[in-house]
């Protein structure tokens, strides 16, 4: 069965750096579209970044554009989210996802195109 794995969330303060990966199985990780999505509590879930499935186009969230990078390795089958100039507005589960269906090469940025969901890492954000 498809699995996607968070790692690498934590406690930081504002404007720290903190890399979160997610390592998938059971999916054609190389033909899958992947991104990434969170959730403060009480709100919406949030489109944070996307990644085409070769990895040459990438999409951002207006809040998150420029300070995170989406990036993956399809020899790994792991997609990554580096960020950095944290905000405390960042707190948050970020949730790792994959559309396994879509046909093209482009970043998917429609949080409900997403077929699979990992568990989700916790980031806090302290000012």
């Known amino acids: 069965q498809v699995q996607l794995v968070e790692s690498g969330g934590g406690l930081v303060q504002a404007g720290g750096s903190l890399s979160l990966s997610c390592a998938a199985s059971g999916l054609r990780f190389s033909s899958s579209a992947m991104g990434w999505v969170r959730q403060a509590p009480g709100k919406e879930r949030e489109f944070v970044g996307a990644?085409?499935?070769?990895?040459?186009?990438?999409s951002y969230g207006n809040s998150v554009k420029g300070r995170f990078t989406i990036s993956r390795d399809n020899a790994r089958n792991t997609v990554w989210l580096q960020m950095n100039s944290l905000r405390p507005e960042g707190t948050a589960v970020y949730f790792c996802?994959?559309?396994?269906?879509?046909?093209?090469?482009?970043?998917?940025?429609?949080?409900?195109?997403?077929?699979?969901w990992g568990q989700g890492t916790q980031v806090t954000v302290s000012s």
């Open positions: 996802a994959a559309d396994v269906n879509y046909l093209y090469d482009h970043a998917r940025i429609s949080i409900g195109a997403y077929d699979y």
């Open positions: 990644v085409s499935r070769s990895g040459q186009d990438t």
